[in-house]
């Protein structure tokens, strides 16, 4: 047995004995993933993939929280959407966790003054409460045929960049998303080149909507589960991409 191993082991071990609470506090990260990784060697016979496949469930799946920033070194605002409300019309409302949302992105802008740059429907609930020059609203794209066509993630960082006029623009950027979707915001603002943080000091709403017109954000773990499948479908597509240009 390799000292990785053994390493594993004894922090498994370990773990049986102490509850999560003494665990969260006294187990390394580094201990962690050993253990994760030496489970996955012995289950799928393969220590490359076991090792990737653990540094993924580290960064991907027991993280759940952004590097922050301080509020006073931040350039701008960023607000992700979460949810909605639907009539019986057809006719899409924010709902009381963008409203969360919104009152989060005025309580920073009350404390930097910095630009904001919103989803609708956060961008809808802020109203008047940030001068009409430092709030932009994002909207969805509209079809040939009328229909609105859903923003992605990505979808929306991107369309940011293009109307802040490049990500040079957006300085540092603290992003306010819903707590279990802010990782992936902010990694998504990343990867659309903007230097992007979590505000620090700042508590992110996480109170779920049961009436939301998007039925994985009704319900935490609903929901957790959802970004687990985004998050390793991000890893997946990533994967390809590399395989392909490495061909």
Do not use: C
């Not at 940030?130 to 923003?151: H, Q």
């Not at 960082?157 to 992936?184: C, M, N, P, Q």
């Amino acid at each position: 047995m390799n000292i990785i191993a053994k390493s594993a082991v004894l922090a498994i071990s370990t773990i049986a004995f102490i509850s999560p609470a003494v665990i969260a506090q006294q187990l390394s990260d580094a201990d962690l993933q050993a253990a994760i990784e030496a489970k996955l060697t012995e289950q799928l016979k393969d220590e490359k993939v076991a090792a990737h496949t653990a540094d993924f469930i580290m960064k991907n799946l027991l993280t759940w929280q952004g590097e922050p920033l301080s509020l006073d070194q931040a350039d701008s605002i960023i607000a992700y959407a979460f949810g909605n409300r639907i009539a019986e019309n057809g006719n899409q409302s924010p709902g009381p966790m963008n409203k969360a949302l919104a009152d989060t992105v005025v309580e920073i802008y009350k404390q930097t003054g910095k630009p904001v740059y919103a989803q609708w429907e956060i961008a809808q609930e802020i109203g008047d409460r940030i001068d009409e020059k430092d709030l932009t609203a994002i909207y969805p794209k509209v079809g040939a045929d009328g229909t609105i066509i859903y923003l992605s993630t990505i979808g929306v960082a991107e369309e940011i960049v293009k109307l802040a006029g490049g990500t040079d623009k957006l300085g540092k950027a603290v992003v306010v998303g819903f707590y279990e979707h802010s990782l992936r915001t902010i990694n998504t603002s990343k990867d659309a080149g903007i230097d992007a943080y979590a505000p620090e000091g700042i508590e992110l709403p996480n109170d779920y909507d049961k009436e939301s017109g998007q039925p994985w954000t009704r319900d935490p773990l609903i929901f957790v589960m959802h970004e687990i499948r985004n998050r390793g479908t991000n890893e997946r597509t990533r994967l390809i991409e590399q395989a392909n240009q490495e061909k």
